[in-house]
């Protein structure tokens, strides 16, 4: 008599905790940083099948911080820090995209 054991492997862990990082780094003043947890969910939920359903919300996300990033880069007077040159409008948008990836993946790991 055999025993045979199965594995549920969820989705890492790494996509979820940086997705509910970028909008903490973005509402702390910390935005420059938060390019990190960005990539990690981006990278996390292409290289992973399980999270197929959510690489448009990770490309969302990543468009929405690359815009002000961007802006920043190229400006002709750049402030310091990409916090203090962000409009609060991109700020609110980066942080509502990080908000509802999170949820979504939250919803679609209840399912």
Request: glycine share 4%.
């Amino acid at each position: 008599m055999s025993t045979q054991t199965t594995t549920v492997r969820r989705a890492p862990r790494s996509v979820i905790i940086s997705a509910w990082a970028v909008p903490i780094m973005v509402i702390g003043q910390f935005a420059m940083l938060a390019v990190v947890p960005v990539a990690v969910v981006l990278i996390g939920t292409l290289r992973d099948a399980r999270l197929k359903a959510l690489r448009w919300g990770a490309a969302a996300l990543a468009a929405a911080y690359a815009t002000p990033l961007a802006l920043w880069a190229i400006g002709p007077e750049r402030a310091q820090s990409l916090s203090k040159d962000m409009h609060p409008v991109f700020a609110a948008i980066i942080v509502a995209a990080g908000v509802a990836f999170a949820v979504a993946y939250h919803v679609r790991a209840r399912k």
